[in-house]
């Protein structure tokens, strides 16, 4: 049974602490957090607390604070020689406080506070200062059934800037697009069929294999009609951006920089 404290109540350290207690290998000893009103619907579940100098021992202490509050509260820890994670993906496992033993448990999904997780989609990224520590983070991340995989911090840094391009930047364009439809009453929900087949693409075959469109076509005429309809400036902005990379990776660039 491996034994771990929660240091913080967002959206990671609440689904954490979920998949935890579901876990009949993993034990919660005590959940931290500064406010403890985020946390008292658990008070009966676990021992709640909002006071670093009570916390007790245990195998794992996970922070899940924001990032610019891990090295705080890592230097805060009333405690030496014991193994202190954080789960930040831009985070430098040296921003913990080098008196105790460090690493990343680093969960690599969109993670948001009242939405259903399945851990067993949810790969778990390690990286430790000691090779030892690396065993009980696999062993953790595998009682809640979540993949494993051994990373370091320049991997962790650019896998998470890609993971702003496909999930915070790609979510911005369904925006975007509900936008667009929306101005002519048209119904965006006839589009889910393509975002999935699109997302599913992408399991089989590479991006650059995926791609389809005009800009790929070099369409240039259906590229003008597309920008005649766009009413919002920044829209015409981002249209124009996306499709000259798009020309660029594929070979069909064609000038749209002083177009409308």
């Given at each position: 049974m491996?034994?771990?404290?929660?240091?913080?109540?967002?959206n990671?350290?609440?689904?954490?602490?979920?998949?935890?207690k579901?876990?009949?290998?993993v034990?919660?000893?005590?959940?931290?957090?500064r406010?403890?009103d985020?946390?008292?619907?658990?008070?009966?579940?676990?021992?709640?607390m909002?006071?670093l100098?009570?916390?007790v021992?245990?195998?794992?202490?996970?922070?899940?604070?924001?990032?610019?509050a891990?090295?705080k509260?890592?230097?805060e820890?009333?405690?030496?020689?014991r193994?202190?994670?954080?789960t930040?993906g831009?985070?430098n496992i040296h921003?913990?406080?080098?008196?105790?033993?460090?690493?990343?448990?680093?969960?690599?999904?969109?993670?948001?506070?009242?939405?259903?997780l399945?851990?067993?989609?949810?790969?778990?990224?390690?990286?430790?200062?000691?090779?030892?520590d690396?065993?009980?983070l696999?062993?953790l991340?595998?009682?809640i059934?979540?993949?494993v995989?051994k990373?370091?911090?320049d991997?962790?840094?650019?896998?998470h800037?890609?993971?702003?391009f496909v999930?915070?930047?790609?979510?911005?364009?369904y925006?975007?697009?509900?936008?667009?439809?929306?101005?002519?009453?048209?119904?965006f929900?006839?589009?889910?069929?393509?975002?999935?087949?699109?997302?599913n693409?992408?399991?089989?075959m590479?991006?650059?294999?995926?791609?389809t469109?005009?800009?790929?076509?070099?369409?240039?005429?259906?590229i003008?009609?597309?920008?005649?309809?766009?009413?919002k400036?920044?829209?015409?902005d981002?249209?124009?951006?996306i499709?000259?990379?798009?020309?660029?990776t594929h070979g069909?660039s064609?000038?749209?920089?002083?177009r409308?």
């Amino acid at each position: 049974m491996i034994s771990v404290t929660i240091l913080g109540a967002g959206n990671v350290g609440t689904h954490l602490f979920k998949a935890f207690k579901k876990s009949n290998q993993v034990s919660v000893k005590q959940w931290f957090n500064r406010n403890l009103d985020a946390i008292s619907t658990y008070s009966n579940e676990v021992d709640i607390m909002d006071d670093l100098t009570s916390l007790v021992e245990a195998d794992i202490y996970i922070i899940t604070v924001s990032d610019e509050a891990v090295a705080k509260i890592s230097s805060e820890l009333p405690f030496e020689n014991r193994l202190v994670v954080h789960t930040a993906g831009s985070v430098n496992i040296h921003d913990l406080d080098k008196k105790n033993k460090r690493g990343v448990f680093y969960p690599l999904q969109s993670i948001s506070k009242n939405a259903v997780l399945d851990f067993a989609k949810v790969p778990i990224g390690i990286e430790t200062i000691d090779k030892k520590d690396y065993h009980i983070l696999k062993e953790l991340a595998l009682a809640i059934g979540s993949p494993v995989k051994k990373i370091n911090g320049d991997q962790r840094k650019v896998l998470h800037l890609a993971a702003v391009f496909v999930n915070n930047f790609t979510n911005q364009m369904y925006r975007i697009a509900h936008e667009i439809t929306e101005s002519q009453a048209a119904e965006f929900d006839l589009l889910k069929p393509l975002i999935l087949e699109t997302a599913n693409k992408v399991q089989d075959m590479s991006p650059y294999m995926a791609q389809t469109g005009p800009a790929k076509r070099g369409n240039l005429k259906t590229i003008k009609k597309h920008l005649a309809l766009l009413e919002k400036e920044q829209h015409k902005d981002i249209y124009k951006l996306i499709t000259k990379s798009i020309q660029d990776t594929h070979g069909t660039s064609t000038p749209l920089s002083n177009r409308k």
